[in-house]
């Protein structure tokens, strides 16, 4: 089953406005962590911003915040006055632990196509 | 900032060849993942090596195996390539446990012809 679940293949925006890139996300483990990556067409993933589970206050990095509301088990992504170069694909990943031991890995969403109009 | 360095940015192999992937990660980050992303689609999880120890295993075909050496530096070793290899190969590594940071590579673009 899919652990997280990004529900928006495509998204466009007009420059200067906001973004709001939805992320649902499935664990029982009550500590948790949550991601978000950019991807550009040059293909690098570029590290955005982390929510913890336990994290008393929602995300901030820049232009770039996390909506996370854990009773609804979201992390929206939320970019302020979008910019020609945020045009990229953007993954929503969570730490998880791994079944076999003690180790931890990334999980990632399907990612959504942010494509920013001029 | 160091970041993880991945060599070689790009390569280009038959069928049937083998490749080496190196990936050299953050220094004091003690675990170093491998992950695959095929065109169009999100990085899936190979395997990942804890203070050069195996700590984990994913969806790897039994064609790769990777190993993490004593400087710390790791290496994706596929063989046998078909042409459902060609994918963006990447290494990450973090500081476990409870990582707030993943640092990626700038990833390793395999062709296979």
């Known amino acids: 089953a899919q652990k997280i679940t990004q529900t928006q293949p495509g998204m466009f925006v007009q420059e200067k406005e906001a973004v709001t890139l939805d992320c649902t996300y499935d664990?029982?483990?009550?500590?948790?962590?949550l991601f978000w990556y950019k991807q550009p067409s040059s293909g690098e993933m570029i590290f955005l911003i982390y929510?913890?589970?336990?994290?008393?206050q929602n995300a901030t990095e820049g232009r770039y915040s996390l909506n996370f509301q854990k009773a609804r088990k979201s992390a929206n992504l939320v970019i302020s006055a979008s910019q020609l170069g945020d045009s990229a694909m953007y993954f929503c990943a969570m730490r998880e632990l791994s079944s076999q031991g003690g180790s931890e890995k990334l999980v990632f969403g399907k990612g959504t196509k942010l494509t920013v109009n001029p | 900032a160091a970041g993880v360095i991945q060599s070689p940015r790009h390569l280009i192999k038959e069928k049937r060849e083998t490749a080496t992937l190196k990936c050299y990660p953050i220094?004091?980050?003690?675990?170093v993942y491998w992950y695959q992303q095929g065109p169009g689609q999100d990085p899936q999880f190979l395997i990942s090596?804890?203070?050069?120890?195996?700590?984990d295993k994913g969806s790897i075909p039994d064609r790769f195996s990777a190993q993490q050496f004593s400087d710390y530096h790791s290496e994706l070793n596929m063989s046998s390539l078909e042409l459902g290899d060609s994918a963006l190969y990447f290494c990450?590594?973090?500081?476990?446990?409870?990582?707030?940071?993943?640092?990626f590579g700038s990833g390793t673009r395999l062709t296979v012809v």
């Open positions: 220094p004091r980050h003690d675990t």
């Open positions: 929510q913890g589970s336990y994290d008393q």
């Open positions: 664990t029982s483990d009550p500590s948790y962590g």
């Open positions: 990450a590594s973090s500081a476990q446990p409870a990582a707030r940071t993943y640092t």
């Open positions: 090596f804890y203070e050069k120890m195996q700590s």
